[in-house]
């Protein structure tokens, strides 16, 4: 499985190596900060157009 985006790539599975559970755990909650920061940005920009 591969995500791509402009600034960088996450890949996962097709590797020789054994995934670390803690390191995909980390990258997986750092993804999910993103969204959230971006969401409730987002979401805060729609609120003051709305004024």
């Known amino acids: 499985m591969v995500a791509e985006d402009d600034d960088f790539i ?3 599975g097709e590797s020789d190596e054994p ?6 755990r980390r990258a997986l909650e750092f ?7 971006y969401y409730e ?11």
Request: aromatic share 8%.
């Open 19 to 24: 995934y670390d559970e803690e390191k995909l």
């Open 31 to 37: 993804v999910l900060q993103i969204m959230m920061e």
């Open 10 to 12: 996450i890949t996962y």
């Open 41 to 51: 940005k987002k979401k805060g920009n729609e609120s003051e157009g709305l004024k």
